[in-house]
């Protein structure tokens, strides 16, 4: 009966103290921890913190790690001719969903895909009324995350005249605004040089006034 006895403490005692174990790592990495990080977050990286926002006229209307669709209003698909125009998304049923991001998970040579390409190709040399051959691969290709927020430089050149046109500015003008917002390789050397839609439009809707 002693034994028993024994066995018994040891085992309640080595149960409290397991217990208490799980109690004090629980507040700490599940309550401590996330607060700190938290509050180191939004002290030090405050706007990368809470989705890197864009704002105008003292609103949000996008994040710089994101990318969006810019069409006619109440026309969902129908890209509006005033706008630099972002690359194709797979992310979602309309693209651009942030709840849905991802690829098509088509292979280069899948027949559907091809004939996606050749499709998309054809459409934006008309909208921007180029030659076929003058469309660069990211105005017909879809990113991996189906978000990309940047464009290349080669798809914002073709996009000039038109958005010029729609918008009675200076081709001139609407150039030197792609060239302010290349951005070059990382490091001098890393990537290829892009152009962040959004806030190329936002400067465009600047300048139109």
């Given at each position: 009966m002693t034994g028993m006895n024994a066995t018994f403490r040891n085992t309640a005692r080595l149960t409290w103290a397991a217990l208490r174990a799980l109690l004090v790592l629980t507040v700490v990495t599940g309550v401590l921890y996330p607060l700190a990080v938290f509050a180191v977050g939004q002290a030090a990286f405050h706007?990368?913190?809470?989705?890197?926002p864009v704002g105008a006229g003292g609103?949000?209307?996008?994040?710089?790690?994101l990318g969006q669709s810019f069409d006619l209003p109440g026309k969902p698909g129908t890209p509006d001719p005033r706008w630099f125009q972002p690359r194709p998304?797979?992310?979602?049923?309309?693209?651009?969903?942030?709840?849905a991001s991802g690829a098509s998970n088509l292979?280069?040579?899948?027949?559907?895909?091809?004939k996606t390409i050749e499709e998309r190709r054809t459409q934006v040399a008309a909208f921007n009324r180029v030659a076929p051959s003058a469309v660069p691969a990211d105005a017909v290709t879809a990113s991996g995350s189906g978000l990309d927020p940047d464009i290349s430089p080669a798809y914002?050149?073709?996009?000039?005249?038109?958005v010029?046109?729609?918008?009675?500015?200076?081709?001139?003008e609407v150039a030197r605004l792609v060239a302010d917002h290349t951005e070059g390789r990382q490091f001098g050397f890393l990537g290829e040089p892009?152009?962040?839609?959004?806030q190329l439009n936002l400067a465009l809707a600047r300048l139109a006034g």
């Amino acid at each position: 009966m002693t034994g028993m006895n024994a066995t018994f403490r040891n085992t309640a005692r080595l149960t409290w103290a397991a217990l208490r174990a799980l109690l004090v790592l629980t507040v700490v990495t599940g309550v401590l921890y996330p607060l700190a990080v938290f509050a180191v977050g939004q002290a030090a990286f405050h706007d990368k913190a809470n989705g890197s926002p864009v704002g105008a006229g003292g609103h949000v209307v996008g994040s710089s790690l994101l990318g969006q669709s810019f069409d006619l209003p109440g026309k969902p698909g129908t890209p509006d001719p005033r706008w630099f125009q972002p690359r194709p998304s797979a992310a979602g049923q309309n693209g651009y969903d942030t709840r849905a991001s991802g690829a098509s998970n088509l292979g280069p040579t899948n027949p559907a895909l091809v004939k996606t390409i050749e499709e998309r190709r054809t459409q934006v040399a008309a909208f921007n009324r180029v030659a076929p051959s003058a469309v660069p691969a990211d105005a017909v290709t879809a990113s991996g995350s189906g978000l990309d927020p940047d464009i290349s430089p080669a798809y914002a050149r073709i996009q000039t005249d038109r958005v010029a046109r729609a918008r009675h500015l200076d081709p001139a003008e609407v150039a030197r605004l792609v060239a302010d917002h290349t951005e070059g390789r990382q490091f001098g050397f890393l990537g290829e040089p892009t152009v962040d839609v959004l806030q190329l439009n936002l400067a465009l809707a600047r300048l139109a006034g």
